[in-house]
T-cell receptor, first 115, second 115 residues
């Protein structure tokens, strides 16, 4: 299966700790997105990469959040000084950007619980 | 701001019946509308999508209709089966402040198909 993969699938941490998540997009997909999904809600856009460039960040992405995609392939999302409100599912999606034909494929997500 | 409203939030049907989920969107510039199915503990999986240059699209038991004038689109599942039970999300492609694309999701519909 060559779909989007994310690691870890689950993460439990204590408030104040730093966590880092990884996303491996579908091979050759140049666009990569991070979304956050809380219980009972749809995913909310966090940030967007085109190749290695981070081109868009949502207002939801506080200063404690940072994302990278150093070689235009995998991406990492780091949350510093975690808070209980950060508990959510963090989803990664990738697409092959081509005008309006842009289907986003999602990974299985990383479920974060901050105690 | 951009918004997608989805109804109903829960839907219970008997196996073999049809299920209809409705969404409205606010951004008149939206031109791409995917539907995702999310099973427990998994990421959203694309099941069907429609672009604004067509009014209806069908794929076996699943169909989607789009009314651009009313900014309304719907998912229709016929001959429902227990394995159709999941949370379904509609989404609309919107433009970010930087001119890039993101998906705005509805809050989801939990569909239960009873044998």
């Amino acid at each position: 299966d060559t779909g989007v993969s994310q690691d870890p699938r689950h993460k439990i941490t204590k408030r104040g700790q730093n966590v880092t998540f990884r996303c491996d997009p579908i091979s050759e997909h140049n666009r990569l997105y991070w979304y956050r999904q809380t219980l009972g809600q749809g995913p909310e856009f966090l940030t967007y990469f085109q190749n290695e460039a981070q081109l868009e960040k949502s207002r939801l992405l506080s200063d404690r959040f940072s994302a990278e995609r150093p070689k235009g392939s995998f991406s990492t999302l780091e949350i510093q000084r975690t808070e209980q409100g950060d508990s959510a599912m963090y989803l990664c999606a990738s697409s092959l950007g081509s005008g309006s034909s842009e289907t986003q494929y999602f990974g299985p997500g990383t479920r974060l619980l901050v105690l | 701001g951009e918004n997608v409203e989805q109804h109903p939030s829960t839907l219970s049907v008997q196996e073999g019946d049809s299920a209809v989920i409705k969404c409205t969107y606010s951004d008149s510039a939206s031109n791409y509308f995917p539907w995702y199915k999310q099973e427990l503990g998994k990421g959203p999986q694309l099941i069907i999508d429609i672009r604004s240059n067509v009014g209806e699209k069908k794929d076996q038991r699943i169909a989607v209709t789009l009314n651009k004038t009313a900014k309304h689109f719907s998912l229709h599942i016929t001959e429902t089966q227990p394995e159709d039970s999941a949370v379904y999300f509609c989404a609309a492609k919107c433009e970010t402040p930087g001119g890039y694309n993101k998906l705005i999701f509805g809050a989801g519909t939990r569909l239960a198909v009873h044998p």
